[in-house]
């Protein structure tokens, strides 16, 4: 059965530093392998989707993913954030202080798509909507603790 809305965040970090667009995505990669959602190459795949399109969606949100042919590295469809009160310069020039870093496209062993990896659409659909409230958008962006980044990802279901 697949939950409702968007999915929980694997992991979240809050208060982090990047040099730059690079290493934040670095990190994000990184809590990706760590949490055993994807295989290391992933990592550089994330980079090659913001070479060819930037994840900055606006008011100081980034989702950085993997490019369609970087699925077969995901073991599992997943969600992390990571929060960077200073704000990071990202490709496109804009300020992101924070990062939603998407998994998305396994496969269960007969094939079949993995249930969680249509979530990630959800996930989007609710950072969108968010992200169109000016105060909830400020409030992702400095939030205190884990429990109100998932508060506001999930909040756009009461709202429906």
Do not use: K, N
């Amino acid at each position: 059965m697949v939950e409702a809305g968007p999915p929980r965040p694997l992991a979240v970090r809050l208060g982090r530093a990047a040099a730059g667009f690079a290493d934040a995505i670095d990190q994000c990669g990184r809590l990706l392998v760590e949490t055993g959602a994807v295989e290391e190459p992933y990592i550089a795949a994330m980079h090659e989707r913001e070479r060819s399109l930037t994840t900055h969606l606006g008011e100081g949100v980034a989702i950085p993913h993997g490019t369609t042919e970087s699925r077969r590295f995901v073991r599992r469809s997943a969600l992390v954030v990571v929060q960077f009160p200073d704000g990071v310069r990202w490709s496109d020039g804009g300020a992101v202080s924070l990062c939603v870093a998407i998994a998305a496209g396994a496969r269960r062993a007969d094939g079949s798509p993995d249930a969680a990896g249509a979530q990630h659409l959800g996930v989007l659909s609710a950072l969108a909507t968010v992200l169109m409230d000016p105060a909830r958008a400020r409030e992702l962006r400095e939030a205190p603790d884990e429990a109100t980044v998932d508060r506001l990802l999930r909040s756009v279901e009461e709202d429906r």
